[in-house]
Every structure is written in C-alpha cells, then in structure tokens.
C-alpha cells in the first residue's frame, strides 16, 4: 500500500498529465500548494513510485507518466467524485427536455453531446428487443387481403410487420382482432410474444373473430417479428485524432477500424449493470484498446437495464469529470425512457 506521501504525489502528477499531456517534473510538483515538500524529497518518492510501477519515464531526462497500473490505483482508491459544475448541468438538462418523440433521436442526440462535452468518443447502445416490452399494436388494412401490423414498445421503438390474409377480413373482425391484440399485449416481453399470445389468444380469437382462420394467420405474422441487435450510436469518432497519444496515425487507425464494425462493438463494451466500469489499457477486451480507456454506466427501464453509455479516449484522460457526466447522464436517461413508455 502506498502511503499517504505517495499517494498524494500519484494524484497529483496524475491529475497534472491529464491537464498537460507532458511528462512531469518534481519541480512542478513542489509547486502545489499542498504538496509541501522538497524537490529532493518528490523525486525520491517519484522513482520509488515508478519502482513499484505506478509511474515509468519516457525518456531519461524527462519527468513520469502514470502507468496503467497507477491510473487503476488513482480510479480505486483515490479519485473523489465532485459535483459537476453547474453550466454543464443545465447544459445536459436542457438536452433531455426537449420534445423528443423516438427514442432512437435522444440516444443519437446524446451520444453527439457528450462527445462534445468531454472531448473523447462516445458510444450508446440502444435497447435490444428482449428488454423491451409492447405497449400497442395498430393493423392498418391495405386491401387485397394485405395489412400492416405496427408494433410499438415501451421504449419507443416501432416494427412494421407485413402481413396476408386468405381472403378480405371484414372491418369489424379488424377491429375486434386489434382490441384483443392491444388487451393482452401491453407488458409482454417481445422474447415471449409468440408463446404468450398463442396461449392466451387462440381461444379468445376462436369466440370473437367470425373468420378465426384468418385471425391466426395474422397473430402468426404479428409473432414473427426477429430480434434486432443493440443499435450503436458513436458521436466524436474522430476526437481520437485530436489526442496528443494519438496524433500517430497508425497508433489511432485501430482504433478507428474498431470503431467502424458496429456489429461487434456490443461485444467487447463493457456491460456492468450496476454503477459505472471503468477499464484501463490491457483490461479492455480487445488489444485495438490497449492504450485506452473506456467508462461506461447503463440506462435503464422499469428497474431493468436496456442500454449502456460509455466514453472512450486514452488512457490519460478527465477520469473524474467523464464519471460524473457518466453518471448524471444515466439517470436523465433512465428518467427519459419512465416518462416516454408511461406517456401514451
């Protein structure tokens, strides 16, 4: 364990680089008013922290950098979460009361925002269907035979399912087919559609459709809706070029490339359902990522978590207002998603 002299030189060198982005020096150091120690006394402890692997030095005549192994210590044990300044409060309070009418604009609306607010690349994963319950279906006739079923979820997502009747059902069989629809569906998950509405509806449908056949024929193509993915909305990709770490071109093409496959972005974002994650270099699942770090939280619906948010940058970054923001986010979020599935 680190005492508490080291512990304040870590964080405050820590603290310095990620303002700086330049290896630091036990002269600056002994310029902070609560470092209140000699230069001789910061460098000894310096190169016993860098000894233990906390710090490691670029070059020979240059000052120490946080190691991965020292910025996990500074997120575990010493970053002490601050109230986010008050602008970016309002900033981000004005964002989700706007009168947004999808859900899918509020998450791509966030993901651009905070990629603007903390100068890194966000990513937002969107409800999967197996977290989202319905709350309606409307069966628009065509003619022909031929319908749409619309189908919305309490998060706001829409599906439209084309569906064929043997024959013209007659309007009042429409409307009774869409009442006994909307009377058992509100709640079910989409995961359980098919086995709970053919349990529960087969029999009602038998009593009150005069053309039964026709009913189950569209509760079959109702039922066939596919399970889609987590949409992935990415804001401030290119953010990663605007980092001194990765003014390489070739140090951020990775990372880039990695960006650019969308459909295996959910497989290595971390996931906790609780509180936020934060991963540090070699933690993340992917070695594209290994220079990086990502902090990410969920949203959620009805207690449950649907989706999650996370910022990617490097290594070096605002550990403390990326968490806070993080965090605020969340929950405006997860409040968004309640007013929006109870509002309709």
């Known amino acids: 364990m680190l005492t508490p002299r080291q512990q304040l030189i870590l964080s405050a060198i820590i603290e310095d680089y990620v303002r700086m982005a330049e290896p630091i020096g036990s002269r600056a150091l002994a310029k902070h008013d609560e470092i209140q120690f000699s230069p001789a006394t910061i460098r000894n402890e310096m190169a016993d922290l860098e000894e233990m692997g906390y710090l490691t030095q670029p070059h020979a005549s240059a000052g120490r950098v946080p190691s991965q192994k020292g910025y996990r210590f500074y997120v575990d044990n010493l970053l002490r979460l601050g109230q986010m300044d008050r602008e970016t409060g309002e900033f981000l309070k004005s964002v989700f009361s706007k009168r947004i009418d999808e859900v899918e604009q509020v998450t791509r609306e966030v993901a651009n925002v905070l990629s603007m607010l903390t100068k890194q690349t966000v990513i937002v994963l969107g409800p999967k269907t197996d977290t989202e319950k319905l709350r309606k279906i409307e069966l628009i006739p065509l003619g022909g035979g031929r319908a749409i079923a619309i189908l919305v979820t309490n998060s706001g997502h829409v599906e439209t399912v084309h569906v064929r009747f043997a024959s ?177």
């Open 168 to 344: 013209e059902m007659e309007a009042a069989d429409v409307e009774k087919l869409v009442r006994v629809l909307n009377d058992k569906v509100v709640g079910v998950p989409i995961s359980d559609l098919k086995r709970t509405l053919y349990a529960e509806l087969a029999g009602e449908l038998r009593r009150t459709v005069e053309r039964f056949e026709d009913a189950i024929a569209v509760l079959n193509e109702v039922c066939q809706v596919p399970e889609r993915e987590e949409a992935v909305y990415i804001g401030g990709a290119s953010n990663v070029l605007a980092q001194p770490e990765f003014h390489d071109v070739g140090k951020a093409k990775p990372i880039l490339s990695l960006l650019e496959q969308n459909e295996f972005i959910s497989n290595w974002f971390p996931k906790a359902e609780n509180g936020i994650e934060v991963r540090i270099g070699a933690e993340n699942a992917v070695v594209e990522l290994k220079d990086c770090t990502v902090i990410a939280t969920t949203y959620r619906l009805g207690g449950v978590p649907v989706g999650h948010i996370g910022v990617l940058g490097p290594t070096r970054m605002d550990y403390n207002r990326v968490m806070q923001i993080l965090s605020f986010t969340s929950q405006a979020l997860t409040d968004f998603l309640t007013r929006f599935a109870s509002s309709g």
